[in-house]
């Protein structure tokens, strides 16, 4: 099999001999910013939110994109297609570039973009058909006048504290309460209860990331009559749900079937739930909602 090629600055080099510097800042500080995109059948879900995200995650860190969004788009699809790929995980990365061994992002003259197209599953099939196990954790998501998730980072230290928690009582993924104890979003996706047939989902300002699959999930439930509530909720709602999700490009829809160990519904990923996890893959494979390659 031929040898995955990354893009790094311009150049599509094989993956063993793609590098970069111990001097980036990326590394040193986690000072850049990514976005996780996927494409199905040969079209980019959502391409434009996500540029729009990075975009606008690398303007909140001063950080200077070295491409337009045009040569942006290019280069991920010449990347896609160095590689062979009809559905694909991306991962986009800018980082701030090589500095010296001080924090100063004035040191870094150049930031680098990095482009990865793999087709890497996150979670087991099984999985999602059989749900998810989940804890809140004691970790508490970075406020809004912090390390936000409104913006995304290269720092998902938070994260990672939460999901070594998850592993250490053996559930598959942790539930972040903010600082007023208001629920906020999971390590990588965004969370949604449905109650009495409503859907609802924690707004950015709790601290969440603004997702993209949350977004669409509520663009689908909405076409179907399906009423959503954009609005913090509390810990004992989720407990007392008749169903949990979870939403993000690597989750898609992942049901939730345990939360710090009560029971959601019957135990069993709900009906709701599959039902937008059907319209939801539905829309993913719609033309319209992606870039064409
Ligand atoms: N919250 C956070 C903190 C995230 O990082 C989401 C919500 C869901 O957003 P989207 O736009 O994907 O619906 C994310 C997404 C990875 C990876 O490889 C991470 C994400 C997405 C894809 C891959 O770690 N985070």
């Known amino acids: 099999m031929a040898e995955q090629m990354i893009y790094i600055d311009g150049k599509l080099l094989p993956k063993s001999e793609a590098h970069v510097s111990v001097f980036d800042h990326g590394f040193l500080y986690g000072d850049g910013v990514f976005e996780g995109i996927r494409a199905y059948n040969s079209v980019i879900f959502k391409l434009d939110e996500h540029l729009e995200r990075l975009y606008a995650s690398a303007k909140t860190l001063m950080l200077e994109v070295p491409l337009t969004r045009d040569q942006m788009r290019e280069a991920i699809i010449s990347t896609l297609k160095a590689n062979g790929l009809r559905d694909a995980y991306i991962r986009l990365i800018v980082t701030r570039g090589v500095g010296d061994l001080g924090l100063d992002p004035r040191k870094c003259p150049?930031?680098?973009?990095?482009?990865?197209?793999?087709?890497?599953?996150?979670?087991?099939?099984?999985?999602?058909?059989?749900?998810?196990?989940?804890?809140?954790?004691?970790?508490?998501?970075?406020?809004?006048?912090?390390?936000?998730?409104?913006?995304?980072?290269?720092?998902?230290?938070?994260?990672?504290?939460?999901?070594?928690?998850?592993?250490?009582?053996?559930?598959?993924?942790?539930?972040?309460?903010?600082?007023?104890?208001?629920?906020?979003?999971?390590?990588?996706?965004?969370?949604?209860?449905?109650?009495?047939?409503?859907?609802?989902?924690?707004?950015?300002?709790?601290?969440?990331?603004?997702?993209?699959?949350?977004?669409?999930?509520?663009?689908?439930?909405?076409?179907?009559?399906?009423?959503?509530?954009?609005?913090?909720?509390?810990?004992?709602?989720?407990?007392?749900?008749?169903?949990?999700?979870?939403?993000?490009?690597?989750?898609?829809?992942?049901?939730?079937?345990?939360?710090?160990?009560?029971?959601?519904?019957?135990?069993?990923?709900g009906k709701t739930t599959l039902k937008l996890r059907g319209m939801f893959m539905e829309y993913a494979l719609d033309p319209s909602n992606g870039t064409r390659y």
């Open 110 to 269: 150049k930031s680098s973009v990095i482009i990865i197209a793999g087709t890497i599953s996150l979670m087991a099939k099984e999985t999602v058909e059989r749900g998810i196990k989940t804890l809140i954790t004691w970790v508490r998501r970075d406020p809004i006048d912090g390390t936000s998730h409104e913006v995304k980072s290269m720092n998902y230290l938070n994260s990672i504290l939460a999901k070594i928690e998850a592993n250490n009582f053996g559930v598959d993924e942790a539930i972040f309460l903010n600082h007023q104890g208001y629920v906020c979003e999971g390590t990588a996706e965004n969370v949604f209860i449905v109650k009495r047939g409503r859907l609802i989902t924690p707004p950015t300002y709790t601290g969440a990331l603004a997702g993209i699959t949350q977004q669409a999930v509520i663009e689908v439930a909405s076409r179907a009559g399906i009423p959503v509530e954009v609005r913090p909720m509390s810990a004992s709602e989720v407990f007392n749900a008749d169903e949990v999700f979870f939403t993000g490009t690597a989750a898609e829809i992942i049901p939730v079937t345990m939360v710090n160990g009560r029971t959601i519904g019957d135990g069993k990923p």
